[in-house]
């Protein structure tokens, strides 16, 4: 059974940093795209981050880029999502990912989600 398991999650004032982790079972996924979405109330899920394989390539949104870095362990089976400089836009549910398609955004396995609150 394949499960991907976020924590990290939590309350953070603006400016702040957070590090998201996602810890993979069921499977190896170290040949596989895995990424980081979120999902704002009154919102739909849009994507943040994806890493390749070998952690060489990486992939960001416009929004994220220059303030959050992807990373992934391989040995681990664990991805990272290191979150600083946090804005209030970016509250959500972040949700990791397994699988992804860059392209259509989707993703063939989803973790339960952690929330991150941006709030003075």
């Known amino acids: 059974q394949v499960q991907l398991v976020e924590s990290g999650g939590g309350l953070v004032q603006p400016g702040g940093s957070l590090r998201l982790s996602c810890a993979a079972s069921?499977?190896?996924?170290?040949?596989?795209?895995m990424g980081w979405f979120r999902q704002a109330p009154g919102k739909e899920r849009e994507f943040v981050a994806a890493?390749?394989?070998?952690?060489?390539?990486?992939y960001y949104a416009d929004s994220t880029k220059g303030r959050f870095t992807i990373s992934r362990d391989n040995v681990k089976n664990t991805v990272y999502l290191q979150m600083n400089s946090l804005k209030p836009e970016d509250t959500a549910v972040y949700y990791c990912a397994a699988d992804v398609n860059r392209i259509t955004k989707g993703a063939g396995y989803w973790g339960q989600g952690t929330q991150v609150t941006v709030s003075s």
């Open positions: 069921g499977r190896t996924f170290s040949s596989s795209v």
């Open positions: 890493i390749n394989w070998s952690g060489g390539r990486t």
